[in-house]
């Protein structure tokens, strides 16, 4: 089936040690979102690529960064994590853009512990 | 804040009843988009709705679009153990880039 994958489902990372989580799509979509949410808060959304074009949103720290090396492959790279950054990290894909009635199919989400 | 508020937070009914959620949001959009997400999961779109439209159905869900009150409402009818979720909208705002902007949640517990 055609599905969003990310791995790992569950991280565990220090203070200030980087971490990569990814996501895999076999949906050949051709928009990637990454989003955070922490306990009991709406999903807030840090940058998405279309295709390649990477799309940062105006809030989202610079500690945060992404990496997209193909259709299939995106990558959230938090540099430093700090304890605030412990959340659930969801990835999601859609076709097109929001703005064309595309809606996004989401990945389980990797729950990001940081000690 | 321009995301979309949601009312009630949580809910509790009795399985067959009927559920009613309800979204709010201050700007003018150009579609609206229902989801929901079980606990430690990822989201699952249910139904879009654009703003040319007025009420929208799937199986057993309802969702209803006035854009002069700026709202929405999604019923779930005949309710089961199995619809206990978060119940997200989210919002893609006019000019407001080509990104969902998703609502605070209404949790649903629908006991047996």
């Known amino acids: 089936d055609a599905m969003v994958i990310q791995n790992p489902r569950y991280q565990v990372t220090q203070f200030g040690k980087p971490v990569t989580l990814s996501c895999s799509q076999t949906?050949?979509?051709?928009?990637m979102y990454w989003y955070q949410q922490k306990s009991s808060q709406a999903p807030k959304l840090l940058f998405h690529?279309?295709?390649?074009?990477?799309?940062n949103e105006a809030d989202t720290p610079d500690n945060f960064q992404s990496r997209r090396p193909n259709t299939s492959f995106c990558f959230l790279d938090i540099r430093s994590p700090g304890l605030g950054d412990a959340a659930m990290y969801l990835c999601?894909?859609?076709?097109?853009?929001?703005?064309?009635?595309?809606?996004?199919?989401f990945g389980p989400g990797t729950r990001l512990t940081v000690l | 804040s321009q995301q979309g508020e949601e009312d009630p937070q949580a809910l509790s009914i009795q399985e067959g009843e009927n559920a009613t959620m309800n979204c709010s949001y201050k700007?003018?959009?150009?579609?609206l988009q229902w989801y929901r997400q079980n606990s430690g999961r990822g989201l699952v779109h249910l139904i879009l709705?654009?703003?040319?439209?007025r009420e929208k159905h799937s199986g057993r869900l309802r969702v209803t679009l006035d854009t002069s009150k700026k709202s929405s409402s999604l019923l779930i009818t005949a309710s089961r153990a199995a619809d206990t979720a978060s119940y997200f909208c989210a919002i893609k705002l006019t000019g407001g880039g080509n990104k969902l902007t998703f609502g605070t949640g209404t949790q649903l517990k629908v006991e047996l």
């Open positions: 949906l050949n979509h051709n928009v």
């Open positions: 690529y279309y295709d390649k074009d990477f799309n």
């Open positions: 999601a894909t859609s076709r097109g853009l929001a703005g064309n009635y595309n809606e996004q199919f």
């Open positions: 700007t003018s959009i150009n579609n």
């Open positions: 709705i654009r703003s040319n439209e």
